[in-house]
């Protein structure tokens, strides 16, 4: 029987009787080890405040001496929660008595979270007004921020508890803090919705400052649909410059016509804003004339006179154009919603069997993205794994008909290559990045995802290759020489031939028309010299991995042997490419005869016979291989 687990599983449910009974008669210091021991990453204090179980958390401390401040991880709205102190997860559940057993079991008021988050941000966040008083009463520091600098203040704002905001505010808490990202409370409200808490936030001094995008509240309330926010805004011409209104009506419209759907409002915005710039108080303030054309866009203009407006609502195509050259123009290809609403309107473009324009914003907002963002941004992956399901969608779909009636048509080799390329270039400026940080702080989840997507391209390339010698053979093949040239590992150290023969190379698509492993991609890897020979953080050569591969196939076993790979190396554990295969008749079917040579039968003989220090130093590496 699993101890720890009936303790964890009686605290979680509430099963008070069932853990006396269980640990009653047993030593303190069994008791203690049982009361402190995680099941799923959490201990069962940490469960019984998270569900609120009084009575079980009371005896967990009081008679089994439970540890108040020895976090865990729970899992709150489905998000989970790292380093969480019981405390914080009565705060954040809404479970005022079992806060206050805490605190006078001497619980830390300001114990965080490993996002430096405190048990009185969490009750903020779910506006538990009665804990947030309680906890401000006994010490809780009001302006600790988490890790993105948000205070309670700003998370009271944001999700739209004017209660709990209305106290923070009477205890002199900062209006005009800064998150990271520059932020502050009244952006939060802005982006929320909350025009009753923003108003407060003014009366209490908050100033329309710009965040590190350059973004007021009014624009923030703009660009998310909140017409009453923005509408109250305008509505203050002291605090707001003309211009600075005109761009708020103008992407209010922007944001109308992609995320409302709602031409006809969208139209009654723009023309607003097109008023307050011909007819508004002071001189003419014209639109820029002279903005470069993007093919993308279908090379729309911005319209700049009033009359057009109202040709737009016959062609709601060049509409939406014009929504993405505004947002653009306004926000700045820095802003995550202008590659945002670009990568939908695509995706709008795609379901409605127009890929090709698809095909032509998506890589617009991907080289927007790989210009701006750090490498390996989330919002990066996202647009190329997004490129590798169409892809794979149109292979596996090619010729048939779609919901719409249009035939998906052929991918077009060259623009497969395209953001091949881009992808390359991601994990090249990815690894680039990782290996200027310490090894202890490198995460190579990111890496390794950019890296396995980049890998699902190339499978994608190599299942019709040119003829050799072309063109397009060589730009292929050069693309594939600068994937493995780069060097890049993902998880557990493995390197793009070892992560096509491994699980961590599955991608989870909606279309897994390219499977791993990939006949066509390992020839194409070897061909540019790939090394058969590197080793995983397991000492996993890519044949040991091939070994383990479904469906087995015994051609890619082959081609690594044929490219110098050894039937009798070795990984960690001891175990040859003969050991992991679990039909060992698999083991004749490649003729290991062929493939064992006179140095690999002496390295064992080596190995076997002689001390490590007595072989030469230059053969070690290889005997140890044996």
Same mark, same amino acid.
């Given at each position: /029987?699993?101890?720890?687990?009936?303790?964890?599983?009686?605290?979680?449910?509430?099963?008070?009787? =069932?853990?006396?009974?269980?640990?009653?008669?047993?030593?303190?210091?069994?008791?203690?080890?049982?009361?402190?021991?995680?099941?799923?990453?959490?201990?069962?204090?940490?469960?019984?405040?998270?569900?609120?179980?009084?009575?079980?958390?009371?005896?967990?401390?009081?008679? *089994?001496?439970?540890?108040?401040?020895? @976090?865990?991880?729970?899992?709150?709205?489905?998000?989970?929660?790292?380093?969480?102190?019981?405390?914080?997860?009565?705060?954040?559940?809404?479970?005022?008595?079992?806060?206050?057993?805490?605190?006078? $079991?001497?619980?830390?008021?300001?114990?965080?979270?490993?996002?430096n988050s405190t048990p009185l941000r969490a009750?903020?966040?779910?506006?538990?007004?009665?804990?947030?008083?309680?906890?401000?009463?006994?010490?809780?520091?009001?302006?600790?921020?988490?890790?993105? %600098?948000?205070? +309670?203040?700003?998370?009271?704002?944001?999700?739209?508890?004017?209660?709990?905001?209305?106290?923070?505010?009477?205890?002199?808490?900062?209006?005009?803090?800064?998150?990271?990202?520059?932020?502050?409370?009244?952006?939060?409200?802005?982006?929320?919705?909350?025009?009753?808490?923003?108003?407060?936030?003014?009366?209490? %001094?908050?100033?329309?400052?710009?965040?590190?995008?350059? #973004?007021? @509240?009014?624009?923030?309330?703009?660009?998310?649909?909140? &017409?009453?926010?923005?509408?109250?805004?305008?509505? /203050? @011409?002291?605090?707001?410059? $003309?211009?600075?209104?005109?761009?708020?009506?103008?992407?209010?419209?922007?944001?109308?016509?992609?995320?409302?759907?709602? #031409?006809?409002?969208?139209?009654?915005?723009?023309?607003?804003?097109?008023?307050?710039?011909?007819?508004?108080?002071?001189?003419?303030?014209?639109?820029?004339?002279?903005?470069?054309?993007?093919?993308?866009?279908?090379?729309?203009?911005?319209?700049?006179?009033?009359?057009?407006?109202?040709?737009?609502?016959?062609?709601?195509?060049?509409?939406?154009?014009?929504?993405?050259?505004? $947002?653009?123009?306004?926000?700045?290809?820095?802003?995550?919603? &202008?590659?945002?609403?670009?990568?939908?309107?695509?995706?709008?473009?795609?379901?409605?069997?127009?890929?090709?324009? *698809?095909?032509?914003?998506?890589?617009?907002?991907?080289?927007?993205?790989?210009?701006?963002?750090?490498?390996?941004?989330? /919002?990066?992956?996202?647009?190329?794994?997004?490129?590798?399901?169409?892809?794979?969608?149109?292979? %596996?779909?090619?010729?048939?008909?779609?919901?719409?009636?249009?035939?998906?048509? @052929?991918?077009?080799?060259?623009?497969?290559?395209?953001?091949?390329?881009?992808?390359?270039m991601e994990v090249k400026r990815g690894k680039? /990045?990782?290996?200027?940080?310490?090894?202890?702080?490198?995460?190579?989840?990111?890496?390794?995802?950019?890296?396995?997507?980049?890998?699902?391209?190339? *499978?994608?390339?190599?299942?019709?290759?040119?003829?050799?010698?072309?063109?397009?053979y060589i730009a292929l093949h050069k693309q594939?020489?600068?994937?493995? =040239?780069?060097?890049?590992?993902?998880?557990?150290?493995?390197?793009?031939?070892?992560?096509?023969?491994?699980?961590?190379?599955?991608?989870?698509?909606?279309?897994?028309? +390219?499977?791993?492993?990939?006949?066509?991609?390992?020839?194409?890897?070897?061909?540019?010299?790939?090394?058969?020979?590197?080793?995983?953080?397991?000492?996993?050569?890519?044949?040991?991995?091939?070994?383990?591969? =479904?469906?087995?196939?015994?051609?890619?076993?082959?081609?690594?042997?044929?490219?110098?790979?050894?039937?009798?190396?070795?990984?960690?554990?001891?175990?040859?490419?003969?050991?992991?295969? *679990?039909?060992?008749?698999?083991?004749?079917?490649?003729?290991?005869?062929?493939?064992?040579?006179?140095?690999?039968?002496?390295?064992?003989?080596? =190995?076997?016979?002689?001390?490590?220090?007595?072989?030469?130093?230059?053969?070690?590496?290889?005997?140890? &291989?044996?």
């Amino acid at each position: /029987m699993d101890f720890k687990s009936v303790v964890y599983n009686a605290a979680r449910d509430g099963k008070l009787k =069932r853990l006396k009974v269980f640990l009653d008669h047993r030593a303190k210091d069994e008791v203690g080890q049982l009361v402190g021991a995680k099941t799923h990453g959490a201990t069962p204090l940490v469960m019984a405040c998270r569900n609120g179980h009084y009575d079980v958390a009371e005896y967990l401390i009081e008679k *089994c001496g439970a540890d108040v401040e020895q @976090p865990g991880s729970v899992v709150f709205d489905g998000e989970t929660i790292e380093g969480a102190p019981p405390l914080w997860c009565a705060a954040a559940a809404g479970h005022l008595a079992l806060v206050k057993l805490l605190v006078k $079991r001497g619980a830390k008021v300001n114990s965080i979270t490993k996002t430096n988050s405190t048990p009185l941000r969490a009750a903020c966040f779910d506006g538990h007004y009665d804990i947030v008083k309680f906890l401000v009463q006994h010490g809780a520091d009001i302006e600790m921020a988490n890790r993105h %600098g948000h205070t +309670c203040l700003m998370i009271a704002c944001y999700r739209g508890h004017i209660k709990i905001a209305k106290f923070l505010l009477a205890l002199k808490a900062d209006a005009n803090r800064k998150s990271v990202k520059g932020n502050t409370a009244l952006h939060d409200c802005a982006e929320s919705g909350s025009l009753e808490i923003l108003k407060v936030l003014v009366e209490h %001094g908050a100033q329309m400052d710009v965040d590190s995008y350059g #973004m007021t @509240p009014l624009l923030a309330a703009a660009v998310t649909g909140h &017409t009453h926010i923005v509408e109250y805004l305008i509505g /203050m @011409p002291h605090l707001f410059s $003309r211009k600075e209104r005109i761009d708020a009506l103008e992407l209010l419209g922007a944001t109308y016509v992609d995320k409302k759907r709602d #031409m006809i409002g969208a139209l009654q915005f723009w023309k607003r804003a097109m008023n307050e710039r011909y007819r508004g108080d002071g001189p003419v303030i014209s639109k820029p004339k002279f903005s470069p054309l993007v093919a993308a866009y279908d090379f729309a203009r911005e319209i700049c006179e009033p009359e057009a407006l109202d040709e737009l609502l016959a062609d709601p195509d060049e509409m939406r154009m014009q929504a993405l050259v505004i $947002r653009e123009r306004i926000l700045g290809p820095a802003h995550p919603d &202008t590659s945002y609403y670009i990568r939908y309107r695509g995706a709008v473009y795609a379901d409605a069997g127009k890929f090709r324009r *698809c095909i032509e914003l998506w890589n617009y907002a991907l080289d927007m993205q790989q210009n701006m963002l750090e490498p390996l941004n989330p /919002m990066t992956q996202s647009s190329l794994f997004s490129f590798t399901e169409l892809f794979s969608f149109m292979v %596996g779909e090619e010729g048939r008909q779609t919901t719409r009636g249009r035939r998906v048509p @052929p991918v077009q080799r060259e623009e497969l290559l395209r953001v091949f390329e881009k992808a390359v270039m991601e994990v090249k400026r990815g690894k680039q /990045m990782l290996d200027k940080m310490p090894v202890c702080e490198r995460d190579l989840t990111y890496l390794n995802r950019v890296l396995v997507i980049t890998l699902h391209l190339a *499978c994608l390339l190599t299942r019709e290759t040119a003829e050799e010698g072309s063109d397009e053979y060589i730009a292929l093949h050069k693309q594939i020489y600068e994937l493995v =040239r780069i060097k890049a590992k993902g998880k557990q150290g493995r390197d793009a031939l070892q992560l096509i023969h491994s699980e961590d190379g599955t991608l989870v698509s909606r279309y897994p028309t +390219c499977k791993f492993p990939s006949p066509h991609l390992t020839k194409a890897l070897l061909r540019v010299g790939a090394d058969v020979t590197a080793r995983d953080n397991d000492g996993n050569t890519a044949l040991h991995l091939a070994a383990l591969s =479904r469906p087995w196939r015994p051609d890619l076993a082959i081609a690594l042997l044929d490219a110098g790979a050894h039937l009798d190396a070795v990984n960690k554990d001891g175990r040859t490419f003969q050991m992991l295969l *679990c039909d060992k008749r698999r083991y004749d079917s490649i003729y290991p005869v062929k493939y064992t040579t006179l140095a690999c039968l002496a390295a064992r003989v080596v =190995r076997k016979t002689q001390r490590k220090e007595k072989v030469p130093a230059h053969l070690r590496a290889f005997v140890e &291989t044996h």
